[in-house]
């Protein structure tokens, strides 16, 4: 994510920003990528903290827009909830805009949300069609937690749910077109064997001893469609990763150039390459406070090779290059 520039002031804004340092309103605009100091600011400001522009008073903005569903809120802590989940949301929009993912010159369908709060029933997270369902309970960090180690995952977090769901959405307009699903097939396996068979098996199986091998995750492991959202998911961490540590000026001798946009980067190993070198040395920060490793993951050669092929759809698809 990008670092941007005060447009009252002095200093800079981030993404998250509601008001500058010196106190001053103000909202994202997401089509110019930058601050703005005056309204329309999103209807949904004052209840969820939304700091983007809207198109006109009292509208939505083009985030909030997309959730159709917004979660039940006589259950507890709904809102806060929502909230980070709404903005964690926009952090994964924004990126996806980069390369022109659902925004206005994105000529395909944008994804419908569904933002659920779980009373005693978990809500299961997923996509159909286009409509991509988020469980909000889970920025709760004990249930988090919780269902983590439930499911041995070294990383869970609501931008990992945006990205794996907004993935299958991803997938699905990508298999609008008559030349991705050939593709998709020689690198990822057959996605029409049956789903549902596949998911059983691997809750009560478990992944292959050698799965770390030919998956990112675990749960990869256990359906084409799965070993696509994690691994789009993962793409769009990685490149995060990366745009986000030139952004506040990190160096590495890896990055090519100053200025350099890892969006904009069309070499997908290139790009590989430069992440997984900048993960090891963040995790090795992470460490000097105590903290998990940022990216707790290994990239074998067939992940790479997976992500390469990732990055080259996602990079041109959305405008149907
Ligand atoms: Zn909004
Ligand atoms: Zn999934």
Known sequence: MRVFSNPVGA???????????????VAYDPQ???FVPMPP???NREIIGCNWIAPEEGAFCRSCAMTALAPDTSIANAIPNWAQTEAAKRWVLDNLGRW?????????????????????TPVPMGHVEGVVTISVAEMDPVLRTTRREALQEPYRTMIGHMRHEISHMLWW??????????????????????????LEYYFQNGAPADWKQYYLT?????HPHEDWAETAAHLLHLTDITDSFVATGLSSPQIP??????????????LIRIAATLIVGVNHVNRSMGLSDLYPFVLSDHARHKLAFVHDWLRRGAQGL
């Open 32 to 34: 110019a990528r930058a």
């Open 11 to 25: 200093g800079s804004l981030w993404f998250d920003n509601l008001a500058t340092a010196g106190g001053t309103p």
């Open 173 to 198: 307009r990508l298999s609008l077109r008559d030349d991705f699903l050939d593709a998709f097939r020689a690198e990822f396996g057959d996605e029409r064997i049956d789903y549902r068979a596949s």
């Open 41 to 43: 600011f999103c209807a």
């Open 257 to 270: 150039y100053a200025g350099w946009d890892p969006y904009s980067e069309p070499d997908s190993d290139r």
């Open 100 to 120: 022109h993912w659902f925004r206005p010159e994105d000529p395909g369908s944008r994804p419908v949300f569904h933002m659920l709060a779980e009373g005693p």
């Open 218 to 222: 675990r749960y990869a492991s256990a």
